[in-house]
């Protein structure tokens, strides 16, 4: 039976891991994995991490079944952070725990076929998982641009898959520092998404996984609160890995949006339903030492702060590849200084990409995308002029 199954093409990423470790040259740059690095090109556990463990080691006093819903006091402790402080829809908000923001975007797309959607409509390009859980979820894929040539994004595109997805569709957003090209909707276009949201009733699925490290963490999630503040309902996936540095113990939580109050049970035991049968329960130790540090004054302002510096950070490098842009012409440097998070898409040609490889030790991913984050005061100039290098006449 087994001997049916042909094999798979390996995750370009994981390749791309595998050739960056097997390289011997000192000055190799890693901008390919999707992790956040400090200025030594480390991705350190936080410090305010580190408190909330050693507090949960002392207080855990079991690690029996919690149930498919996880840790409810961590969903209830981050919904401030997504949807404000005492905010009027958390009445209609139900929560529950992930594994990952992988497992939340998961239960969106599958709740939303089991409530009878028929296609879901994606921005491209997106986060490559996006596509492959919505094959895998076995629901009806129609792509619209997210991005248009000047490095903005695409408005006309997303309103027409709204109108377009009228009936059965729902349309999945990416919530802020879009993966993979940086390029977040305006203010002003978040405001005509949620209008175009609201007169044609649909289902938003909003994925959220980098809350904090755009403009900040208000900011960051100003467009949902304006999309929520217009809809009746809709379904949000949100990830800690990044924003808590959380990646390997895979947190993230699912927040479902009824019409009404009354609405929440029936829905929440659909999404439990699905849990239980895809993963029974989730990892409990990253959110619970999120909750703990949540419900502790301290650790969040240590949190908050270690953030700020992420961010600011990547605004640096931002900033220093926008300046770039004279350097390198061509490009487009400047439209990244604009963008948001840790990734960015460059419109370099294979060979292009295989000469920085090869000829410089740069790696990123095939499609063009960098994480920003790979780039510091010690390799950010090295890796301008090899821009420089690659793409000289
Ligand atoms: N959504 C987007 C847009 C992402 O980029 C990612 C992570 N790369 C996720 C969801 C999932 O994150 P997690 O690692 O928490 O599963």
């Not at 995750?11 to 011997?24: G, Q, R, T, V």
């Not at 993966?179 to 175009?196: E, F, K, L, R, S």
């Not at 963008?339 to 898409?345: D, I, P, T, Y």
Request: hydrophobic residues 45%.
């Amino acid at each position: 039976m087994l001997d049916t199954l042909s094999a798979q093409a390996p995750d370009a990423l994981l390749a791309l891991i595998k050739m960056h470790a097997a390289d011997s040259r000192d000055d190799k740059i890693d901008l390919g994995v999707g992790v956040y690095r400090t200025n030594e090109g480390a991705t350190p556990v936080f410090r305010a991490i580190k408190q909330a463990e050693r507090k949960l080691l002392d207080v855990q006093d079991s690690k029996s079944y919690l149930g498919p819903e996880g840790d409810g006091g961590f969903v209830k402790a981050l919904m401030p952070y997504i949807f404000g402080e005492g905010s009027p829809l958390a009445s209609r908000i139900e929560g529950m725990q992930t594994p990952g923001g992988t497992g939340a975007v998961r239960l969106a797309v599958a709740l939303a076929v089991k409530a009878g959607v028929k296609r879901i409509f994606l921005g491209v390009p997106s986060w490559p998982n996006h596509a492959q859980i919505l094959e895998d979820v076995g629901v009806e894929v129609v792509t619209f641009n997210h991005a248009s040539e000047d490095g903005t994004a695409d408005l006309a595109a997303v309103l027409g898959a709204i109108r377009d997805a009228k009936g059965d569709g729902a349309v999945l957003l990416h919530g802020c520092c879009h993966n993979p090209t940086g390029i977040d909707y305006t203010d002003t276009q978040w405001a005509a998404i949620a209008d175009a949201f609201a007169e044609t009733g649909l289902l938003p699925i909003l994925d959220i996984a980098y809350q904090g490290l755009g403009q900040g963490m208000e900011e960051d999630v100003a467009g949902v609160r304006a999309v929520l503040a217009k809809v009746p309902e809709a379904l949000i996936a949100y990830s800690c890995d990044k924003n808590f540095g959380l990646y390997r113990d895979r947190v993230g939580a699912f927040y479902m949006m009824a019409r009404e109050e009354g609405q929440l049970a029936a829905i929440a035991s659909n999404a439990n339903a699905l849990a239980r049968a895809n993963w029974s329960m989730p990892p409990d130790h990253g959110g619970a030492a999120v909750r703990l540090l949540l419900e502790d004054e301290g650790m969040t302002s240590t949190w908050l702060e270690e953030l700020d510096e992420m961010r600011t950070r990547m605004r640096r490098v931002r900033d220093r590849l926008g300046a770039a842009d004279n350097e390198v012409p061509g490009l487009g440097l400047a439209a990244l200084a604009e963008q948001n998070g840790l990734f960015a898409m460059l419109p370099l040609t294979k060979d292009q990409i295989a000469s920085l490889r090869e000829d410089h030790a740069i790696y990123m991913a095939g499609s063009g995308r960098i994480n920003v984050a790979g780039l510091h005061a010690g390799n950010i100039d090295k890796f301008i002029a090899a821009l420089g290098d690659v793409t000289k006449g």
